[in-house]
């Protein structure tokens, strides 16, 4: 007898156990590494032109511990701008209510005139006067308690008539308060009559400009500088100015001094704007926080910026040496090309020729000519 036997191979043999574990579909065996995502074994290793869909779990990344891998930069925290100074929301500047001086004149006058008259009827103005204004003769009893109310009506309304005139100028203004309480802002010109019951406070609302003294700043590389800046202003809100700060000219040199403690300004001529860039940076800034206080900053500009004492002879060395290597950097190039040149045209040209002794012994008369004729030591 003859025993025939049979080989399966290994790719029948899991197709078999394929189809006995579940109807045709073969079982998924994964890879999972701790620094990647998980691998089926089908994609490294396909048999067959059906893929089999595995599904996957989320990716396992994993850092290997002792491997000398540096940590990843996180990513860098937002700057919180700082908090801008608040004010009571209600206290804006409004026009308070005025008449115009005719208004106050008149009424001046009608007390003058009340009070003459009750002088008359009560037989006190005396007789040229009243032949002056061409009264009759008055022969009244004398001052009486009609008299003396007369009196002091007419001498109410001739001290608010005449009290109460004010003349407004281009560039003043007035703000008006009664027992504490902001009652307006009178911005108009001329001959006006103002409740003399109300307090005025002048403010300068022109254009203005203000020089500081030198107050210390640094510049771009950490050095200690002393910079006078020029600032143009005014006040825009009244009320504000004068009502939610103490002193805002004193509050708006205080924002100029902080803000050059923040901002680098580099001396004029620099490589990274200079003056220009640091007064724009300047000026956002102090506008910033003085327009919550009715103050209107325009610009503020580096017109003198200087070193400070103490570094300021180590920062004149270091200029003096930079400037010095760029002349002798420039001079030297200048000079090799000069000598190449020289060469160049020798040899090309037929006049010379020149083994490697020579060419150097050449180049380096030319280049001890060159530099004593340009005046250099070698």
């Known amino acids: 007898m003859s025993t025939t036997t049979s080989h399966t191979p290994p790719e029948s043999e899991g197709q078999s156990d394929g189809t006995a574990c579940g109807a045709g579909v ?45 940590p990843r930069p996180g990513r860098p925290v937002p700057v919180r701008r700082r908090p801008l100074p608040e004010t009571d929301p209600g206290l804006a500047e409004r026009p308070a209510r005025v008449l115009p001086g005719a208004a106050g004149l008149l009424a001046g006058a009608c007390g003058l005139t009340g009070a003459l008259v009750t002088t008359w009827w009560a037989g006190l103005l005396p007789p040229p006067a009243g032949r002056a204004l061409g009264l009759p003769a008055g022969s009244g009893p004398g001052l009486g308690l009609a008299h003396l109310a007369a009196y002091a009506g007419s001498g109410l309304l001739g001290a608010a008539g005449f009290g109460g005139l004010a003349r407004g100028r281009t560039g003043r203004a007035w703000v008006l308060g009664l027992f504490g309480r902001y009652r307006g802002t009178v911005r108009r010109t001329g001959l006006l009559w103002v409740n003399p019951l109300l307090p005025r406070r002048r403010v300068d609302v022109r254009l203005r400009h203000w020089r500081s003294e030198a107050m210390p700043a640094v510049d771009p590389d950490g050095m200690a500088l002393r910079v006078v800046v020029l600032v143009v202003w005014r006040v825009r809100d009244t009320a504000r100015a004068l009502l939610s700060v103490d002193d805002h000219e004193t509050y708006l040199r205080e924002c100029v001094e902080a803000a050059l403690a923040r901002v680098p300004v580099e001396p004029a001529g620099g490589a990274r704007g200079g003056t220009t860039a640091a007064g724009d940076a300047l000026t956002r800034l102090v506008a910033e926080e003085t327009a919550p206080v009715g103050v209107e900053v325009f610009s503020v500009q580096p017109v003198r910026v200087e070193y400070a004492p103490e570094v300021a002879a180590a920062v004149h060395r270091r200029r003096i040496a930079a400037l010095d290597a760029r002349q002798r950097a420039s001079l030297l190039g200048s000079v090799v090309d000069s000598v190449e040149d020289t060469v160049t045209r020798l040899t090309t040209r037929g006049l010379v020729e020149l083994d490697d002794y020579d060419r150097k012994v050449l180049v380096r008369d030319l280049t001890v000519a060159f530099c004593s004729g340009r005046g250099e030591p070698v």
């Open 26 to 70: 073969r079982p998924a065996r994964l890879i999972q590494n701790e620094a990647t995502t998980e691998i089926p074994v089908h994609l490294l290793f396909r048999d067959g032109p059906d893929p089999v869909r595995v599904p996957l779990a989320p990716a396992l990344v994993g850092r290997r511990q002792d491997t000398g891998e540096r």
